[in-house]
């Protein structure tokens, strides 16, 4: 009999989407505290100095490559998943009652994951690519009072603030990520746990009610932020 | 009392000669149903009136007819075993419907469960998970004492919770990829949570779920619908225990 080997085995491939969907919650967690800097502090001067932390950082200077690569095999691990599971029904229903059984999102990850992707996309081109490759006058340096010191660095929250305040279709877009994320996480996130059979009766009720809590808190937070700058300048 | 007659439905139903042939789908009236009379009554009458017509009559997998045997299948209206809970078809009652209604039955519908005829798939491939590992190999001898191995409680209820599939394949009709680890959780579950289980735990695990994997089902992505869809309402749980006891066996490979 074949065994096969971990990586082609369907459970396998579930592992390591449950591990690095895990781990791109905690990268998610640490982006939307320090991201909620923003509207605590109208002068800009502690995001731009967690911004400058992060930037200037060697663990974070090691992390962003595992993060990047987090977020590759989860993506391309979900479309050979995806491609796999839907080969399993060559031929279709006629008439499907799937809504009776199970929830929207819990059937629909995939195209939450592929919106949450072009979201991606359009969030690191407006912003991580301005502040690491091309540069824009919006990020000229400011300098910062730091436990006494000034310390010289770029004017993040310049950025950040000013395409939220100019653009609406960058808020909306940027509101609609963070709804499409949370949605996408109050599946994944007990998913995950039952993929790593960390379940059990109780669990899976603990679990799930953590992963609406997270979704929300993700939801929420991330859309708070355009609509502070949306609605208060 | 008098039951209710339904005067008139329309059954749109899959057609198909034989596994190579192409199917389609045909739509029979049927006049005069008892809302008392089950589901596979109505197809028998049906059936009846094909055959007096000259039509070859609507093949159809039943057994016991009382739930337990795991013969009977159809995707009724969208739903396996139909718009009911915690039933197979054969417990399904024509009070569920309404006078009028078109009422569309489809076989179960998965790469792994074939089309044989009309409605009856080949669910040949849960047989050859089974042998791929659900079983105790040791030699159980004689009827030991019921004390000689004692077994917790919870255990032993959880053990008899999963005992209770009877491999109808609604979980695997249900599941939007086709999926067949409900199944194979109940089967690896009903052993795993009892001591003669125990020895193989791991063997069995990894053999199940490669034959399962091998044979073309997909994959979980806990949506979670197998559960409410399956006759015996076995718990997702178990398939949490069937991943720990696959990744426990592949870890220590």
């Known amino acids: ?233 | 009392m008098a039951d209710i007659i339904l005067k008139k439905l329309y059954i749109k139903v899959w057609r198909q000669n034989s596994p190579k042939e192409k199917g389609r789908f045909e739509t029979y009236e049927i006049e005069n149903i008892s809302q008392g009379s089950s589901f596979l009554e109505m197809l028998d009458i049906l059936n009846d009136k094909l055959i007096l017509e000259g039509i070859d009559p609507i093949a159809f997998d039943h057994d016991c007819r009382e739930g337990i045997c795991g013969m009977c299948s159809l995707y009724i209206n969208g739903r396996a075993h139909g718009p009911d809970r915690e039933i197979t078809t054969c417990q399904l009652h024509m009070r569920k419907f309404n006078e009028g209604d078109t009422i569309t039955i489809e076989p179960w519908r998965a790469g792994a469960f074939p089309v044989i005829k009309d409605l009856i798939v080949d669910r040949t491939a849960f047989e050859k998970i089974q042998q791929a590992g659900g079983f105790v190999s040791v030699n159980t001898g004689g009827i030991p004492d019921g004390n000689a191995i004692p077994i917790g409680q919870d255990d032993a209820e959880e053990a008899m919770d999963a005992a209770a599939c009877i491999g109808c394949g609604a979980c695997v009709a249900t599941c939007k990829n086709s999926s067949a680890m409900l199944f194979v959780a109940a089967k690896v579950s009903q052993l795993a949570k009892l001591p003669q289980g125990k020895v193989e735990a791991k063997r069995r695990a990894r053999n199940m779920v490669a034959k399962m994997d091998e044979l073309g089902f997909g994959g979980c992505t806990n949506t979670g619908a197998c559960e409410l869809e399956c006759p015996k309402s076995i718990s997702i749980s178990h398939i949490a225990r069937l991943n720990r006891e696959y990744l426990a066996a592949k870890f220590s490979e």
Not at chain 1, 13 to 34: A, E, P, Y
Not at chain 1, 135 to 145: C, E, R
């Open chain 1, 1 to 233: 009999m074949s065994k096969g080997s971990f990586l082609s085995a369907s459970i396998g491939r579930k592992f390591f989407m449950s591990i690095t969907g895990l781990f791109l919650v905690m990268f998610i967690i640490v982006h939307l505290s320090l991201n909620l800097l923003l509207i605590f502090d109208d002068k800009g001067e502690l995001f731009n100095m967690a911004a400058h932390f992060m930037a200037t950082n060697p663990l974070i200077k090691i992390m962003e490559p595992v993060l990047a690569l987090g977020f590759v095999i989860h993506i391309v691990w979900s479309i050979v998943i995806t491609i796999q599971n839907m080969r399993a029904r060559p031929v279709g229903y006629n008439k499907t009652n799937q809504s009776v059984n199970s929830t929207w999102v819990s059937r629909n990850m995939f195209i939450l994951g592929g919106l949450i992707l072009v979201f991606l996309g359009l969030h690191i081109y407006s912003f991580w690519w301005k502040m690491k490759i091309t540069g824009d006058p919006l990020l000229s340096h400011v300098t910062v009072m730091q436990a006494g010191v000034p310390v010289e660095m770029e004017n993040a929250y310049k950025l950040v603030s000013t395409l939220f305040k100019e653009s609406l279709f960058y808020s909306l877009i940027h509101i609609a990520g963070g709804i499409l994320l949370g949605l996408h996480i109050t599946h994944g996130f007990w998913s995950a746990f039952q993929t790593i059979g960390l379940n059990n009766q109780i669990w899976r009720k603990r679990f799930f009610v953590v992963a609406q809590i997270i979704g929300l808190v993700f939801a929420i937070g991330f859309s708070v932020i355009p609509l502070y700058f949306m609605i208060k300048f």
